[in-house]
């Protein structure tokens, strides 16, 4: 039976070209059909990056390729972008077209990297996964394929991190998080590989991936293979935290937690938590005669139609920071069964007093249609995408773009993360509630 599903959060695998565009000096090239690479940069692309958007290399596949098999056609764009784009590291992605005709693309990328060519590829047929897994897929291809051919085993960097987080561009924020979370850790005394974006080191940081002391997942669940890898690969451990940390007492559980994981100084840890939770505590301080004489124009719960990280650290925020109360919860990212109960047991203790109803669904229209079907006889806030702005129209509600596609905003180095994140949060939202009042 054919299922549409309307208005999608996320791409097909063949996404995982962001992932690539994320690192600097980074590459992809497309063994697929035309069109297939300005389709996932128009949903999640915000921005072309260093070689991203139409700058992609693409051997837009045609009958001709389907029918004779489109290695030749492979070879001679490989070659033409070496001439004419100056990268660190270029990434084959193949597309359905070759997956399905059997293009044997292991074999064409090899003749290259024997060349000692800084070329990897991987599988990423748009119907074999979304990008969240072939996120995983890539990132795991440049660490097996590239990254270890420079392995020699001089022991591990005292101090240093590996970080697996947010999706680049998948997550609009993605690189002011990154930034926030390296921030961060690097307060309490580590050295962090944050792997993308403005504060990574590029293709030179990738390389020290191996000699990292510890490997830290802060993702419900994106990451959590790259860390396993890494762990059977080099033998490096890994710290889990299963959502972003936002605001004041999340962060703070997240840094304490990963200080006593790192067996780090206590007295250096317990000494930059406590400043940063000065600085963000005095800045809600200031703010408290507005929120009190206005509490009742304020929304009185919300709803969250996001990935589940998101989700999770939204929720814990505003719930246990802000005092909104949780409506339904809907979790977006097509998670895999084996990840929902643990997802389903954040939820259920949100809080020491407190549980929410979480929902796993990909059609944004049948979210929509379970919330249209609500009560709205109090304010609410909704953090989701661009497709909500309607429904938040319809039933009264605050709307907090947080979630692809974002359409009505510009995403610089904004973030959601960490302190910062959470001043930037409360920021926003109530600039979205006080702009109804006229």
Known sequence: MLKII???????????????????????????GPGCGGKVSSLIGQGEGYAGGN????TNCSETEIVYGGEKKLRSVIEGAFKVIDADIYVVLTGCTSDIVGDDVPSVVSTYQKLNKPIVYAETGGFKSNNYVSHEVVVNAIIDQYVDEFFNDKGVIKGLVNVFATIPYQDPYWN?????????????????????????GGIEEWKTVPYAELNIVVNAWVGLKVAKNLQEKYGTPYFHFPYLPIGGKATSDFLRQVGDFAKLDKKMVDEFVDKEEKKFYSFIERTADFMLEFRYGLPRKFYTILESSYAIGFAKFLLNELGIIPAKQFIVDDTPDEYKAAIENQFKHISEFRSCEVTFAVDGGEIQKDIRNGEHKNRSLILGSAWERDLANEIGADLLIVSPPVAYRLVLNGTYAGYNGGLRAIEDIYDIVLNTYR
């Open 6 to 32: 309307e208005q999608p959060r996320f791409s097909c695998a063949l996404a995982a070209q962001q992932t690539v565009v994320a690192i600097k000096r980074g590459v992809p090239i497309l063994h697929s």
């Open 55 to 58: 700058t992609i290399p693409c």
């Open 176 to 200: 002011g998080n990154l930034e926030e979370i390296k921030r961060i850790l690097e307060g309490i005394g580590l050295k962090v590989n944050i792997l993308f974006g403005n504060e990574s």
